[in-house]
């Protein structure tokens, strides 16, 4: 399985963008790659998914350079509703057995006024 | 939201007992998780379930079991409970790696 690096916290304000990059360098090719969020006593959540290139829904942006050993979540313009807990996850939607899903430690977002 | 819930929300129990929480889903996912959540750590694995019958180890398995008789339902059992085993539980469904995983409320377990 991928084994992912995120950093473990980061600050910004209200209204700026804020990116968090995700190390995967041994990235299988059948993998994707998740973002959750995590609310303090809630479950994650899911945020967005992709493979390559660029995925945008209403929520985030995920950027997948060409050889897929990292990728950026993109959160535009945060509130402060936005802080939370980030993860990122490397997982192989083909295999059943063996097929995990597993979270790294995250990325502490603080979003200050 | 996809139908899955945790019971109980809440339990306080002595050491050396066994415990068992319940996950449910109604989605017909494939796919069932256990983590634990403890306090400035991420969410680690206890096991998991890739269908009916099928279960395997995450990694933090020592001292837990696991039973999936049916698809709709994933038991966690803590055979002989131990105060290092006071975490938040939570589970999780999905009906495939490629698709989001839903999560439950968690459970706030206490072992005294």
């Known amino acids: 399985l991928a084994k992912t690096t995120q950093p473990i916290s980061m600050d910004s304000y209200e209204g700026q963008e804020v990116n968090i990059t995700c190390s995967h360098n041994?990235?299988?090719?059948?993998?994707?790659i998740t973002w959750y969020q995590q609310f303090p006593s809630q479950g994650p959540r899911f945020i967005i998914q992709?493979?390559?290139t660029k995925v945008t829904n209403e929520v985030a942006s995920l950027f997948i350079p060409a050889d897929r050993k990292s990728s950026t979540l993109s959160l535009p313009r945060v509130s402060l509703s936005d802080t939370a807990v980030y993860y990122c996850?490397?997982?192989?939607?083909?295999?059943?057995?063996?097929?995990?899903?597993?979270f790294g430690g995250g990325t502490r977002v603080l979003v200050k006024p | 939201d996809a139908g899955i819930t945790q019971s109980p929300r809440h339990k306080v129990t002595e050491t050396g007992t066994p415990v068992t929480l319940r996950c449910h889903q109604t989605?017909?996912?494939?796919?069932m998780y256990w983590y634990r959540q403890d306090p400035g750590h991420g969410l680690r694995l206890i096991h998991y379930?890739?269908?009916?019958?099928?279960?395997d180890k995450g990694e933090v398995s020592d001292g837990y079991s696991v039973s999936r008789s049916k698809t709709e339902d994933f038991l966690l059992t803590l055979e002989s409970a131990t105060s290092s085993q006071t975490s938040v539980y939570f589970c999780a469904s999905q009906t495939g790696m490629d698709t989001e995983a839903f999560f439950g409320q968690g459970t706030r377990l206490t072992v005294v």
């Open positions: 996850l490397v997982g192989d939607p083909i295999k059943a057995a063996g097929n995990k899903l597993t």
């Open positions: 989605e017909n996912h494939r796919y």
């Open positions: 379930s890739y269908g009916v019958k099928d279960t």
């Open positions: 992709g493979y390559k």
């Open positions: 041994n990235i299988a090719t059948n993998d994707y």
